[in-house]
T-cell receptor, first 114, second 114 residues
Framework: DAGVIQSPRHEVTEMGQEVTLRCKPI?????LFWYRQTMMRGLELLIY????????DSGMPEDRFSAKMPNASFSTLKIQPSEPRDSAVYFC????????????FGPGTRLTVL | GENVEQHPSTLSVQEGDSAVIKCTYS??????FPWYKQELGKRPQLIID?????GEKKDQRIAVTLNKTAKHFSLHITETQPEDSAVYFC?????????????FGQGTTLQVKP
């Protein structure tokens, strides 16, 4: 049974470039969460979806960040333009409605913005 | 707002000793308390969880206790082994009130010395 899948695993880009991170949740899960992890701020919830609809995006740092979930098996987190302070590990997690708070994390994308 | 405080931030024990990590939560409506283990460069993995209708839960060498009156919960690891070395995160949620949103503690780095 495949877990949460994220791509790419590593991304190095230059300041000002657009970055797109991708996530495939566990099949049958109807909640999807995007987190950012840094040493300074720990694990931060950026946004989460239920049945492909954004429920809470209060953690999205600014307008440069956007997230979409066009269908139940795919989500993207886009940063445009990217800045060095966006360097972090971005995790996607999914859960099932009956126990929406039991979340399973993907392997993460390590983003470095030069 | 909702907050979870985790202590200590670092913990060093000798192999075979016990380790205890404590978390305090602010939202009295919280009803779910998971613990995640994150090894270096890996994803957070759910290792044990407890819901508010239970005071204690055990799984082999790990256990979690919950004190709803004092609003704190703890992770206990007995007979520690070097492979227990990792960062441990506690979290709390109020489901379905907060629709699965987890509030994470800042993490505890556990080092088990052989």
């Amino acid at each position: 049974d495949a877990g949460v899948i994220q791509s790419p695993r590593h991304e190095v880009t230059e300041m000002g470039q657009e970055v797109t991170l991708r996530c495939k949740p566990i099949s049958g899960h109807d909640y999807l969460f995007w987190y950012r992890q840094t040493m300074m701020r720990g694990l931060e919830l950026l946004i989460y979806f239920n049945n492909n609809v954004p429920i809470d995006d209060s953690g999205m740092p600014e307008d440069r960040f956007s997230a979409k979930m066009p269908n139940a098996s795919f989500s993207t987190l886009k940063i445009q333009p990217s800045e060095p302070r966006d360097s972090a590990v971005y995790f996607c997690a999914s859960s099932f409605g009956g126990r929406a708070d039991t979340q399973y994390f993907g392997p993460g994308t390590r983003l470095t913005v030069l | 707002g909702e907050n979870v405080e985790q202590h200590p931030s670092t913990l060093s024990v000798q192999e075979g000793d016990s380790a205890v990590i404590k978390c305090t939560y602010s939202d009295s409506a919280s009803n779910y308390f998971p613990w995640y283990k994150q090894e270096l460069g890996k994803r957070p993995q759910l290792i044990i969880d407890i819901r508010s209708n239970v005071g204690e839960k055990k799984d082999q060498r790990i256990a979690v206790t919950l004190n709803k009156t004092a609003k704190h919960f703890s992770l206990h690891i007995t007979e520690t082994q070097p492979e227990d070395s990792a960062v441990y995160f506690c979290a709390a949620s109020n489901y379905p009130g907060n629709t699965g949103k987890l509030i994470f503690g800042q993490g505890t780095t556990l080092q088990v010395k052989p």
